[in-house]
């Protein structure tokens, strides 16, 4: 996944050195420092705003990120998370701008940066943090990155999702790092390793957790553990007003079971897709269709025609859509399908002897032509001299009178 996400990136980045820099009204020129929130007493809470993630792809099609960005400032988060990237967490970089303009947080941007080109973008845009993964940067890379970023006046938090990594953040000198519990490549949360990463990083940097947050006991967990902040955001995604579901976190609410939507949409919507009487007018189309095909003249004419008029439900548990051929073969004989196989069959065989026969008779008919003409020969040449002496004498005697 990131090294795709490299490859789209540079190019993006590229476009946008090409357009020249980014378009903002009034770059803003304030600052509200990360660090110094994380550093007060308690745990801080950070809300993400953004489209999607890289596990469930684009759960918002469209969605006003100072609205969210309010919404979660109203109910208990004191830092922000605004996805500017638009391949894995469909934002756009106006967002981070529009967010700035409304909330007086400390804002992180959520981006896959690799350039000081967007080190500097990330400044103008609004933000007062950006985020730089291990992952992606080389370890030189992310030392010249991080040492930018600060002398830009920006905080810089470090994700890491293995102690391989944390140890290159610690070289590389950074003072936030992050520990995710997630795998980069499938996107799925473990909570187990966040807590088991989080224990390793110095006392010296202000510690941050991601991943899979949705329970008031994750939160109280981490305060044992002497953390400084938490990231919430993929809980957050199913909520129009994400400011709602962030305060029944904090209130020890449990998380809405999605386990119910799933069944919804894959059971009853499905069958309602797909009622019986549309399967059989289906199923009566099929044998139409087929006896058209099988008349002389007309065979492959009609092979390809409409075999669904609707586009088939993906979402529909436990019904495979079969191929053309096993269907038509269910319609013709729908007792037993597999017999009518070996039926088929059967024909083509049996018009393989009919052609050898045909064939031993055509030398039974050459033999008997020879026989016909030998007979023939013998009784012209016998009939011939016969009638000549009969005519010779006659004529003789006439002559002599």
């Known amino acids: 996944m990131l090294k795709k996400v490299a ?3 540079a190019l993006d980045v590229e476009i946008k050195k090409q357009r020249g820099p980014v378009a903002v009204k009034d770059a803003y020129k304030g600052h509200h420092s990360l660090k110094e929130e994380l550093s007060q007493p308690g745990i801080t809470i950070l809300g993400e705003v953004a489209g999607g993630d890289p596990g469930r792809g684009q759960v918002r099609e469209s969605y006003k990120a100072s609205t969210h960005a309010k919404s979660l400032a109203e109910n208990g988060a004191k830092a922000l998370s605004i996805a500017t990237d638009k391949f894995l967490y469909y934002g756009e970089d106006k967002h981070l701008s529009e967010v700035r303009s409304q909330v007086k947080l400390p804002l992180i941007r959520r981006e896959f940066i690799f350039e000081e080109y967007q080190v500097e973008e990330s400044k103008i845009l609004g933000a007062d943090a950006i985020f730089l993964m291990p992952a992606l940067l080389g370890q030189d890379r992310l030392q010249a990155l991080l040492k930018f970023a600060m002398s830009k006046g920006l905080d810089v938090v470090v994700e890491v999702t293995s102690e391989v990594e944390l140890q290159r953040a610690v070289d590389a000198g950074a003072d936030i790092i992050c520990a995710v519990g997630r795998d980069l490549d499938t996107w799925t949360a473990s909570w187990d390793q966040a807590v088991a990463l989080v224990k390793k990083i ?15 006991e994750q939160i109280k967990q981490m305060e044992v553990l002497g953390i400084h902040g938490l990231l919430i955001g993929d809980a957050l995604l199913d909520d129009y007003y994400p400011g709602k ?8 609410v449990e998380p809405p079971k999605k386990a119910a939507k799933p069944k919804g949409k894959t059971g009853s919507a499905a069958d309602a897709a797909h009622p019986p009487a549309a399967v059989a007018a289906a199923k009566e189309r099929i044998s139409t269709q087929r006896k058209d095909t099988d008349q002389p003249g007309t065979k492959g004419a009609k092979a390809k025609p409409t075999f669904r008029t609707t586009p088939s439900n993906p979402a529909q548990k436990g019904v495979k859509e079969p191929p053309m051929a096993e269907l038509t073969n269910m319609v013709a004989t729908p007792a037993a399908p597999a017999a009518a196989k070996p039926a088929a069959k059967k024909p083509a065989k049996k018009a393989a002897p009919k052609k050898k026969v045909a064939a031993a008779k055509k030398p039974a008919a050459k033999k008997a032509a020879p026989k016909k003409a030998a007979a023939k020969k013998p009784a012209a040449k016998k ?12 004529a003789k005697k006439v002559v002599k009178k």
């Open 202 to 216: 110095p006392k010296s940097c202000l510690k941050l957790v991601e991943g899979g947050i949705q329970r008031l």
């Open 383 to 394: 009939a011939a001299p016969k009638k000549a002496a009969a005519k010779k004498p006659a």
């Open 7 to 9: 490859i789209f990136k």
């Open 245 to 252: 579901r962030l305060a029944q976190i904090l209130a020890g």
